[in-house]
C-alpha cells in the first residue's frame, strides 16, 4: 500500500483517488528497489553544486525536479546527512523568485516556476507560504487564453506555454502547471486544514478545452490538426499544431494528420487525473487503449529512444493515480506493468547509482535529470 506522503507528493490532493488507491500483488524483489532508490539518491546528493543547484544554475526546474524526486524517495537516513545541501538547493530556489511570482533565470519562465513550485510545495516549510501563493497566481495567469476573453475559441486556450499566456500551449508545460498548482493546493490546504478558500486557481473547465485539442478524439475538438487514424485514436499530440512523432497525410484528402506517441499520452492521461477526469470517461479510457496497444519498454512509442525515461516517469504517475493494475497489451494479453517497469529500471541504473540515456534529447544526456525521473517512478513501484 502506497504512503500518504507519496501520494500526496504524487496528485497534490488525497481525496479524489481515495477510494481508488489499492494493493498490488508483486513479484518483483521490493528489497532490490529500495536498494536502487538509495542508491540514486546517494548519487544526486553527491552530484549537488556546492551553490545548492543541480546540473544548471539558469535552470532552476532541474533543482526542483531533484528535491521533489528525494522526498518521494524517502530515506531517511541520507536525508539527515545531507540535510544541509537541501537546505542550500532551497535557497538557491528562493534567490531566484521574483516580484510577480516566478521563478526563473530569465528563460522558460512557466516551466521552472512550476518545477520550483512543486518543490516547495512538498517541503512542508512554513517560511515558503508566501512564495508558494505567489507562485500559485502567476500560474494561474498564464493560462493560454488567445481568442475572446474567457472564452475557449483557440485550440490553445486553456493550456501553458513556455514563457507567458501568449505563446501557443503545449502538453509538457501543461502538465507541470497543473501538477505544481495541485501540490501547492494540497500543501496550502493541509496547513490551513481545508478552511481558507485559495486566492488562485487554474481554470478547469478551460484545460479541459485544451486537452480535448491534443488528443486524437476530433469529434470531441475542432482542432483540424488531430488524426482519425485508428493507429492514433486516443494518444496524444505536443500541442494543438504539433506533434513530436511527426504527421501523415491522407493520399486521397492530403488532410496532414499528426500522430500519437508515448510519452505525451501519458502526460495527457496525468492530465486528466489531476482535473479529476475518472478513469471510466471515454476520454480516459480511449488514451489508457492507445497506451497498452503501444505497450513497450524498449522505447518511447512513436520517438524510439528519444524521451525515454520522461515516459517511464510518467508511465508510473499516470497509471498509478488512475489505478491501473494491468494493461491490455498488444496481443491481448494482461500486462503487470508495475512488475515489467521496476525490473526495466533496475537493469538500467549505472554503477555509480545514476540514470542517462544515450540519447539526449530533451537533456537525458543529463544524469541528474534522468535520475530524478527514475527516483519518482520507482518511489511509486515500492511499497
Not at 547509482?353 to 543529463?366: F, I
Amino acid at each position: 500500500m502506497f504512503t500518504k506522503i507519496k501520494l500526496t507528493v504524487l496528485i497534490g490532493y488525497i481525496a479524489f483517488f481515495s477510494n481508488n488507491m489499492f494493493s498490488f500483488e508483486k513479484s518483483v524483489n521490493q528489497k532490490n528497489i529500495r536498494q536502487a532508490i538509495e542508491k540514486g539518491v546517494k548519487f544526486l546528493y553527491q552530484n549537488q553544486n556546492a551553490t545548492g543547484w543541480w546540473t544548471d544554475s539558469e535552470l532552476p526546474a532541474l533543482t526542483g525536479l531533484a528535491l521533489v524526486a528525494l522526498k518521494m524517495s524517502d530515506v531517511s537516513s541520507l536525508d539527515a546527512k545531507y540535510e544541509s545541501e537541501r537546505r542550500r538547493a532551497y535557497d538557491y530556489l528562493v534567490s531566484l523568485a521574483k516580484s510577480d511570482g516566478s521563478i526563473h533565470d530569465g528563460r522558460l519562465i512557466n516551466y521552472n516556476t512550476a518545477c520550483s513550485l512543486m518543490a516547495f510545495s512538498v517541503s512542508n516549510d512554513e517560511r515558503y507560504r508566501a512564495l508558494i501563493e505567489k507562485a500559485r497566481a502567476y500560474i494561474a495567469g498564464s493560462q493560454v487564453d488567445l481568442g475572446d476573453s474567457g472564452k475557449q475559441d483557440n485550440p490553445n486556450d486553456g493550456g501553458v506555454g513556455y514563457n507567458d499566456k501568449y505563446d501557443h500551449s503545449d502538453m509538457n508545460n501543461t502538465l507541470m502547471a497543473i501538477e505544481a498548482m495541485r501540490l501547492s493546493e494540497s500543501a496550502l490546504q493541509k496547513k490551513d486544514q481545508g478552511k481558507k478558500l485559495l486566492k488562485h486557481d487554474l481554470d478547469w473547465k478551460a484545460l479541459e478545452h485544451f486537452l480535448a485539442s491534443c488528443q486524437n478524439l476530433p469529434e470531441l475538438s475542432n482542432n483540424s490538426n488531430l488524426s482519425n487514424k485508428a493507429e492514433d485514436r486516443g494518444g496524444f499530440i505536443y500541442h494543438p499544431g504539433e506533434s513530436k512523432a511527426g504527421e501523415v497525410t491522407d493520399e486521397k484528402t492530403k488532410k496532414v494528420a499528426l500522430r500519437s506517441y508515448g510519452s505525451i499520452s501519458y502526460a495527457g492521461m496525468m492530465s486528466f487525473a489531476y482535473a479529476k477526469v475518472s478513469k471510466d470517461d471515454e476520454r480516459v479510457s480511449a488514451v489508457i487503449d492507445w497506451l497498452s496497444k503501444n505497450y513497450t519498454l524498449s522505447e518511447n512509442p512513436g520517438m524510439g529512444q528519444e524521451g525515454l525515461y520522461y515516459y517511464f516517469h510518467l508511465m508510473s504517475k499516470a497509471l498509478t493515480a488512475h489505478g491501473v493494475k494491468t494493461l491490455k497489451g498488444p496481443e491481448s494479453e494482461l500486462i503487470d506493468w508495475r512488475n515489467q517497469l521496476a525490473v526495466k529500471l533496475i537493469s538500467l541504473q549505472n554503477k555509480d547509482g545514476s540514470w542517462k540515456n544515450s540519447n539526449k534529447r530533451w537533456m537525458e544526456g543529463d544524469s541528474n535529470l534522468t535520475t530524478s525521473y527514475v527516483l519518482v517512478a520507482l518511489s511509486l513501484l515500492a511499497e
